[in-house]
């Protein structure tokens, strides 16, 4: 994102944990009122990955020593990147680290209560599976699954262990997207009738890890244990580091950003999933080896499945070739627009009276409102350089952990974004268009149930 649109989101993410703490939970100045509220909650690292070191960790240290925080052990089955981690951790908490060889390793800690999870994306769902059998609290990074066989693994399991598990979705924590929401949840905006969804970069190196490529070697890792339920191949550093750019180990553009955006779309219909969708694509500049698409178009339709007269179509469009257009959430009714890239709220392109009256009808026009009018409330000092969104969901899973409450993007959310991204990964790899069986709980692609 560019950076005047950055600093703009973080004054609406600071401005609504002051405006939204009543709903998000108990200030942390109360938790003195609640028994055992002072004791530490100790959270383990499941795999150290970029994610965690670059987001989670300046958002972890910035709530940390409010809520009671603190890191104790990190797990990661690569030799390299458990040592880094112990180190880097070391350094961040000023005391020891524990360097575990694996989860089986990390669970035998008792102290540990919490753990995050940020490992590859076919991984997340297995990994809360065992977390929350393990009788621990989970902040799992998205998306949360990319089958439904481990979408439905996952969701049975958290819903049996009542462990509070929030899913990386951190728009949810932003106040400019809770603003969005309630307005459209109010009826105020009228039925939606379209989403633009946008997603575009150019940057070659994306996803890419040539140099750690280079170091990994297969007697520091456990190539097995890497594979969890996937089909066994030989080992590949590539699919390893580079997980993003092959199936089955990612899907790609649809795991990595639609799985966000595609999660307003639920928050804001209050709909669980696409009742279709139609996809195109496909690897047209970078020759890399790469099996998961540089450019793709996802067709969603949405609506009630009792009434296929009422409903509305998502567009969704990315590109790792051009990044003309930046990141783009558009929401257009009849009366008019709410763009989520300036935060306002607008008459454009609402039926206006010249073409109203010729068809004996009423103008409908939405007013100008903008949605940053919590930026203003937000303090200043209050800014602290990491990425806004996540340092306030992070926020809130720590204050859920503490109250108990469901956080922001409670599993169910992430069991929904994982539907809409299995449908648009299986649309794009059969070319069919794919509907989701209710009674099965399965994506239907061709008639056929899809899989690897």
């Not at 509220?37 to 070191?53: E, L, M, P, Q």
């Not at 469009?317 to 935060?343: C, F, H, P």
Request: proline letters at 4%; hydrophobic letters at 35%; one cysteine or more.
């Amino acid at each position: 994102m560019k950076n005047s649109r950055r600093a703009f989101i973080k004054k609406t993410v600071l401005a609504g944990t002051a405006a939204y703490a009543g709903t998000m939970g108990l200030r942390a100045s109360s938790y003195r009122n609640i028994l055992g509220a002072n004791d530490r909650v100790r959270v383990g690292v499941i795999g150290f990955s970029d994610r965690h070191k670059d987001a989670h960790i300046p958002s972890f240290l910035h709530s940390c020593k409010e809520f009671n925080f603190d890191i104790i052990a990190v797990s990661d089955i690569w030799k390299k990147k458990r040592e880094d981690g112990q180190a880097y951790l070391k350094q961040k908490f000023n005391h020891d680290i524990t360097a575990c060889v694996n989860n089986d390793a990390l669970y035998n800690i008792k102290e540990i209560d919490a753990v995050m999870i940020s490992t590859a994306d076919f991984q997340h769902a297995w990994h809360t599976v065992e977390a929350v059998k393990a009788g621990r609290d989970t902040y799992t990074e998205k998306p949360l699954a990319e089958t439904m066989e481990d979408n439905r693994a996952v969701l049975k399991a958290v819903k049996e262990s009542g462990k509070i598990v929030q899913i990386g979705s951190q728009r949810r924590s932003g106040a400019n997207y809770k603003t969005a929401c309630d307005f459209i949840q109010s009826g105020k905006f009228g039925p939606i009738v379209m989403v633009e969804l946008t997603w575009n970069v150019n940057q070659p190196g994306r996803w890419r890890r040539p140099a750690l490529v280079a170091q990994l070697k297969e007697e520091d890792t456990d190539w097995k244990r890497y594979l969890i339920n996937r089909p066994y191949e030989p080992f590949d550093a590539r699919k390893y580091l580079e997980f993003r750019l092959f199936w089955p180990y990612s899907s790609g553009i649809p795991g990595q950003w639609m799985s966000h955006q595609i999660d307003t779309v639920h928050w804001f219909s209050g709909l669980p999933h696409p009742r279709s969708v139609a996809v195109n694509g496909g690897n047209y500049v970078w020759k890399d080896g790469r099996k998961n698409a540089d450019t793709l178009t996802a067709v969603f339709d949405y609506g009630p499945l009792d009434d296929m007269s009422k409903g509305f179509q998502v567009v969704f469009t990315s590109r790792q070739t051009n990044a003309a257009g930046d990141v783009k959430e558009i929401y257009y009714s009849n009366g008019g627009t709410l763009n989520l890239d300036n935060n306002k709220i607008t008459a454009e392109g609402g039926l206006n009276e010249h073409y109203a009256k010729e068809m004996g009808m009423t103008a409908n026009l939405l007013p100008q409102i903008s949605l940053n009018e919590l930026a203003e409330k937000a303090s200043t000092d209050a800014q602290t350089g990491g990425d806004p969104l996540t340092e306030a969901h992070i926020r809130n899973w720590m204050d859920c952990v503490r109250n108990r409450k469901q956080p922001n993007a409670p599993i169910e959310a992430g069991y929904h974004h994982a539907i809409a991204v299995i449908m648009t990964n299986a649309a794009y790899r059969t070319g069919e268009k794919v509907v989701f069986d209710e009674k099965t709980q399965e994506v239907m692609a061709g008639g056929k149930v899809f899989t690897y």
